[in-house]
Each structure stands twice: as structure tokens, then as C-alpha cells.
């Protein structure tokens, strides 16, 4: 019989299984197209951190939401060993994500000829912004270092 631990790898294992399984389908389905349904994925993943996380959007700047995001993933999530997030710029946001536990799905993806595009981090900072600020966003960065299991994102309010 498992152990805990491992239960709770094996789970991840699962996830992992389920986010590369329906990145894939899309993508298959609609190739660049799928892109677009970011918007609508982040919207669903901020929508549940705010239910269930009791994350708070009105009256927060922006920064401080951001700040809380991160924390939320690393403190409370424990899906990253390091999250740093920037408004760095009227219209940009940065991104560094160190030791994410979806890494190798984004990993597979590439390898597979697919723009990871379900990331919850990007995808949730982005639906936040774009709630509280009332502006579009675009992703215009999405760099893997899978050797320092790193990730560099950024999007742009548009």
C-alpha cells in the first residue's frame, strides 16, 4: 500500500496527466487558436481562488494582488519553490518561477510542438489584472529552462 507521500506524488502524477491530456486536445483540435482560451481558463482558476482561497480583487493594487498570488503558490500551494511577479511597466508583468511542479508537463509539451498555454500562473495573474484594471491581456513571453527548472513568462496589458 502507498504511502502518503507517495499518494501525494502520485496525485501529482495525475494532474500533470490531466493538464498535458487536455493542452494536447486542444491544441490538436484548434492548433494556435487555443490560445485563446487562456482568458476564459484564468477567468474559471481566479474565480476558485477567490471562493475557496479567499483571494480579494476590488480595491487591491495591483502589485499587492500579484504579491499574493505568488504567495499563495509557494506558501500555501507548495507548486513552486520560488514565484516572483512584477508589474515592470504600464503594460507589462514578469514573471520568474522557480522549481514549478508542472515543469515537465510544459517540458512535454514543447517537445511535442505545443505552446504550453494552461499555465496557472500566468493564467490567474493575467484574470486578475484584467478583472481589477478592466484591460485586455496578451501573453508575449514564455521561456522553459527545464536544466534550472525556471520559467520566465510575461504578458502585456493591452
Same mark, same amino acid.
Given at each position: &500500500?502507498a504511502?502518503e ?11 500533470? &496527466?490531466?493538464?498535458?491530456? =487536455?493542452e494536447?486536445? =486542444?491544441?490538436d =483540435?484548434?492548433?494556435e487558436?487555443?490560445?485563446a ?5 484564468g477567468k474559471?482558476? +481566479? ?6 482561497m479567499g +483571494?480579494? #480583487? ?7 494582488i500579484l504579491?499574493e ?7 500555501e500551494?507548495g ?23 508542472? +515543469?515537465r508537463?510544459?517540458?512535454?509539451? #514543447?517537445e511535442a510542438?505545443i505552446k ?5 500562473y500566468l493564467n #490567474? ?10 484591460s ?6 514564455f521561456?522553459?529552462?527545464?536544466e534550472n527548472h525556471r ?5 502585456? &496589458?493591452?
Open positions: &500500500m504511502t507521500e507517495e499518494k501525494k506524488r502520485n496525485l501529482a502524477r495525475i494532474n500533470a &496527466m490531466i493538464i498535458y491530456g =487536455l494536447k486536445g =486542444l491544441w =483540435l484548434f492548433g487558436s487555443a490560445l482560451t487562456t482568458n476564459t481558463v474559471g482558476m +481566479l474565480e476558485i481562488l477567490e471562493k475557496t +483571494l480579494e #480583487i476590488a480595491g487591491e493594487d495591483a502589485q499587492d504579491t498570488i505568488g504567495r499563495l503558490f509557494v506558501d500551494f507548486i513552486a519553490a520560488r514565484f516572483d511577479i512584477e508589474q515592470t511597466g504600464d503594460d507589462e508583468v514578469d514573471f520568474i518561477v522557480e522549481h514549478c511542479v508542472l +515543469l508537463v510544459e517540458k512535454d509539451l #514543447i510542438g504550453p498555454f494552461v499555465c496557472p #490567474i495573474a493575467a484574470a486578475a489584472l484584467r478583472q481589477r484594471l478592466g485586455k491581456t496578451k501573453i508575449s513571453r521561456d522553459i529552462d527545464v520559467c520566465d513568462l510575461q504578458f502585456k &496589458m493591452i
